[in-house]
């Protein structure tokens, strides 16, 4: 930054206040700033005797960044060197276009070549490019200037090594006479963390958990660890559908591992994701994720894996969460475990029976995972006992995985033939005790509707662990695959939820049609309240709009009713510890169900007062089909929740299905109106060309307001989503001549949302150099609209001025840089939180205003 030593000393300071390193370079003059104006004549006078030739380098220059003739190097370019701004980026640009390969800075230290450096990754240039420096500081003699030299060869450039060597008997010797045996004698890498103390880390000494650190001054920790099939061989035996999965017991042990090193006795909640697969050679990092103690003294928790190796789109390391959880300090105490074993009356029923039965399910375990030795049943109890093999290394562990999930299988004892396989989805409840052996007792107990209590013990009856509640879920390959895969688009999944029935007491108000005391309205609940009425747990109140009314008017109506509700209930004295379920019809749609628009504005007014006022508000949509179990509400911990067939939907981000196995689709609608119809549809980018057309293989999109319009049905005709894009040439029709399949082009694309498309050879133009497909799509709407103004309709001319309004926008910042081109002189409106940007755009700041008023009309005025 050159300037005024007062402007200068403002910027030094800021920069000291943000943290941001800088420091003053004395100087005589400031180069490259107006001060050296002062000099011109003097600089002029002082060169004009020399007289320039041409070289016979090639010269390319900093001050028109590309290759010049040295003969024009003469006393008015010396000026403009010292004066302009240095053009350093696009010399280097120039050169990599001219396939230079390498780059040397001859210089007592490198002070470019990280500036080099980043010019050519962002050129991306086709091939390889080095940068070189000579010497360093405190670093100047041979043996550092040889270092560069061996750097400038492994970069491929050829070096004189007889002048290298000269004088110092060095000769050149044969390589050995027996072809090289390409083996490999490196030591394979123990699957053991390194010293985790001194990364700063707490050591765990857990077999997967390696170690822990806790997140600044704040008592929430994260504990990491390593899965791999190599690290933990074990894991191989334990295939669901065809897929090694890490077992949820194993997780669940992982979570009871932190949660002790934390204090923590309990887990009280943790709700599975995903699942953790692994594949063969590719470890996953673990990380469980611990924050501080609530108000109750619980803490929330998350599990999260990352792929070791680059394993996303384009190697990227995906991340994915598998489960989320809390624990709990202290644990309650647990129904003592039976002392006669087996248990009298019990009838034994075949433990390799129940494996045949989940190999058939899809539950292929290896001789591990088959802990069950003898299996029992007592009416609704079942009784079990697990072992591990002989062999079986169980230090580290409180419960080693495979023990622990052996002890489930017993719940499957009754599970019909060709139906799906169950895996556990949530556990409540989960505590710890003495550690285990490798031979355990078992007792399963129902635990309501697909969910049961397990309790193991050791050979004394001594508690191993205990679940209250584990809950499960049938599970098919396809959606197996696809939760365990990343996928970074997600959508809108209505679960289903269960909760249990419970003595909640219930008020209702309105003509809602549901069990429980009525009321008019609110003040008739407050004023029974008052007169000594039992406070309710939930009240229920109906969200009406008026048949047959103009959607837009009946929106608004109920809006306000909706939000004097909500103000009633929050100012109430007598309701505090109760939850207003606001219950609509239609108001959201669960799967391919039109909206009812009037009442869906009660969902979104309520979803606001739900962040603002969490626990106060409960938003549930029915069908009107049937309704549920009003009082299973209060033991659900669900905000929003769907009403279909009687049934309880809650809603979860699930991740988005796959596109169609062709490559032609497209993103459309289904119907018009909502962002929520969007879907993939089939599109004609595989047919065949015609004459002038090109297939475009689409990497990059641009997405612009007149999109949105046509999702939402506000846009004229029958416009097709998509209209720039970026990408590479797949295929040309006949008569184009002048692009070829490989080329990278950008242009006006009709079906730009999917990943093939057919363009008119007009519409698109080759990609310049040093662009990204996400930078060029952004570009062919905004400038040829602005373009199109500017030219087409307004022919501006050089001299002219302009006055850009919304100048922070595309079209504004496309408009300002092509009247720059042309020669106008441009005044700007934007809001005073984006001046810096039109700025940036070389708009001096008295040519800017306020784009929010009128005062624009007078400054601008009184400057021109």
Known sequence: VAGEVAALDEVFEACERDGVRARKVKVDYASHSQQVEIIEAELLAALAPVEPTSGRIPFYSTVVGEFIDTAGVDAAYWYANLRGQVGFEPAIRALIDKGMGCFLEASPHPVLTMAVGDTVEAAEATGRVSVVGSLRRDEGGPERFSLSLAEAHAAGVKVDWEAVFAGTGARRVDLPTYAFQRERFWLTPSAQGGDVVAAGLDRIGHPVLAAAVQVGDRDEWVFTGRFSTEAQPWVRDHVVLGAVIVPGAALVELVLAAARHLGCELLDELVFEAPLILDEGVARHVKVTVGAPGEDGRRELSVHSLAEAGTGPDGARDTVRHARGRLAAEAGPVAPFPAVWPPVAAVESSADALYERLADLGLDY?????????????????????????????????????????????????????????????????????????????????????????????????????????????????????????????????????????????????????????????????????????????????????????????????????????????????????????????????????????????????????????????????????????????????????????????????????????????????????????????????????????????????VNFRDVLIALGMYPGEAPLGSEAAGVVLEVGADVTDLKPGDRVFGLVTDAFGPVAVADRRTVAPMPAGLTFAEAAAIPVVYLTAYYGLVDLAGLRVGEKLLVHAAAGGVGMAAIQLAHHFGAEVFATASPAKWDAVRALDVPTERIANSRDLGFRDAFREAT
């Open 366 to 702: 290896g001789r591990l995972f088959q802990g069950v030795q003898t299996v029992w049943r007592s009416g609704s109890e079942v009784y079990a006992e697990v072992a591990l093999p002989e062999d079986t290394a169980v230090d580290g562990f409180a419960v080693h995985p495979a023990l622990f999930d052996a002890a489930l299988h017993a719940s499957m004892l009754d599970k019909d033939a060709g139906s799906a396989p169950d895996l556990p989805f949530s556990w409540s409840g989960v505590r710890l005790g003495r550690p285990a052996p490798a031979r355990a007792r078992v007792r399963i107990t129902g635990a309501g509707e697909s969910a049961f209590r397990v309790e193991v013990a050791d050979g004394d009856g001594e508690l191993v662990v205990a679940v209250d509640s584990l809950a499960v879920r049938p599970v098919d390959p396809a959606q197996l695959r696809a939760r365990g895969e990343q996928n970074e688009l997600f959508q809108l999944e209505w679960t289903p939820v269960t909760g249990t029935p419970s003595q909640a007491r219930i008020a209702v108000l309105g003509e809602l049609d549901a069990p429980g005391e009525r009321f008019a309205d609110l003040a008739a609940l407050e004023k029974a309240l008052e007169a000594g009425a039992a406070g309710p747990d939930l009240v229920l109140a109906a969200i009406d709009g008026a048949a047959g009314e103009d959607p837009a008017r009946a929106a608004g109506a109920v809006a306000e009713r909706t939000l004097a509700l909500a103000q009633l209930w929050l100012a109430s004295e007598w309701l505090g510890e109760a939850t207003l379920v606001a219950v609509t019809r239609n108001a959201v749609a669960v799967g391919a169900e039109s909206v009812d628009l009037a009442q869906a504005p009660a969902w979104g007014l309520l979803r606001s007062a739900q962040a603002e006022h969490p626990g106060r508000f409960v938003l549930v949509d029915t069908d009107g089909a049937a309704e549920p179990d009003w009082t299973a509400l209060a033991d659900l911990d669900e905000p929003q929740l769907a009403v279909r067939a009687g049934a309880l939907l809650a809603p979860r981000l699930g991740r988005a299905a796959a596109g169609p196995s062709g490559p032609a689709w497209r993103l459309g609608s289904t119907e018009k109106g909502s962002l929520e119809n969007l879907t993939i549809l089939p599109s004609d980018g595989a047919r065949a060309l015609g004459v002038g057309e090109v297939r475009i293989g689409v990497r990059a999109a641009g």
